[in-house]
């Protein structure tokens, strides 16, 4: 047995089982609490891939005084490529000037999105802005762009699980697959 899915044709096999991304996730939530301890931070997810990571991570990092607010881009119109272009669908409605944010995303791949969204919150005067995301393919970048925290750094695959999708389905599985080559 190969414990492999499959999905609209495109078979996946098992990448990052959930323990190894509890670990992770734990480990990347202690270097967030170290950074923002003693600051009223607000955390910013992006939906809607991040949902499971950021509900885990806040989890782990603890902190009460925090506050939690959703944005949403996007930069994929269906499939397993991006189109290059960065659109904003919902934003923030807090006020961030003085504020320190982390961003969570669930996947840093070209860049574009993160970059863009960085940019967009360096604007409205926050005290400052950290990037915390589950997966950066540093190989797939078109920016340059580095997250301040990553719990894995991954080769250019198309994965899904955890809160990633294709074309909607299977942000519910636990584990995260990649893609057949």
Same mark, same amino acid.
């Given at each position: 047995?190969?414990?492999?899915?499959?999905?609209?044709?495109? %078979?996946? +096999?098992?990448?990052?089982?959930?323990?190894?991304?509890?670990?992770?996730?734990?480990?990347?939530? %202690? @270097?967030?609490?170290? *950074?923002?301890? =003693?600051?009223?931070?607000?955390?910013?997810?992006?939906?809607?891939?991040?949902?499971?990571?950021?509900?885990?991570? /806040?989890?782990?990092? =603890?902190?009460?005084?925090?506050?939690?607010?959703? !944005? %949403?881009?996007?930069?994929?119109? =269906?499939?397993?490529? &991006? &189109? =290059?272009?960065?659109?904003?669908?919902? #934003?923030?409605? @807090?006020?961030?000037? #003085?504020? *320190?944010?982390?961003?969570?995303?669930? $996947?840093?791949?070209? #860049? /574009?999105?993160?970059?863009?969204?960085?940019?967009?919150?360096?604007?409205?005067?926050?005290?400052? !802005?950290?990037?915390?995301?589950?997966?950066?393919?540093?190989?797939?970048?078109? &920016?340059? +762009?580095?997250? *301040?925290?990553?719990?894995?750094? $991954?080769?250019?695959? +198309?994965?899904?699980?955890?809160? /990633?999708?294709?074309?909607?389905?299977?942000?519910?599985?636990?584990?995260?697959?990649?893609?057949?080559?």
């Amino acid at each position: 047995m190969d414990n492999s899915i499959v999905l609209n044709g495109m %078979r996946f +096999f098992p990448y990052l089982r959930k323990e190894q991304i509890d670990r992770e996730v734990e480990r990347v939530a %202690r @270097e967030i609490r170290l *950074d923002v301890e =003693g600051k009223n931070p607000l955390f910013i997810v992006v939906l809607t891939g991040a949902f499971m990571f950021a509900a885990d991570l /806040l989890r782990q990092v =603890g902190i009460n005084e925090s506050q939690i607010e959703f !944005v %949403r881009y996007s930069s994929y119109e =269906g499939g397993t490529s &991006t &189109t =290059g272009k960065v659109k904003q669908l919902m #934003g923030l409605r @807090e006020d961030v000037k #003085g504020r *320190d944010l982390v961003i969570i995303e669930d $996947i840093v791949d070209t #860049g /574009l999105t993160a970059e863009k969204m960085v940019a967009d919150l360096k604007s409205k005067e926050p005290a400052s !802005v950290k990037f915390a995301t589950l997966l950066y393919k540093p190989e797939s970048s078109r &920016t340059g +762009f580095r997250p *301040d925290y990553a719990a894995f750094v $991954i080769p250019p695959k +198309f994965i899904l699980g955890y809160g /990633l999708d294709l074309d909607g389905k299977g942000r519910n599985l636990a584990d995260i697959y990649a893609c057949e080559d």
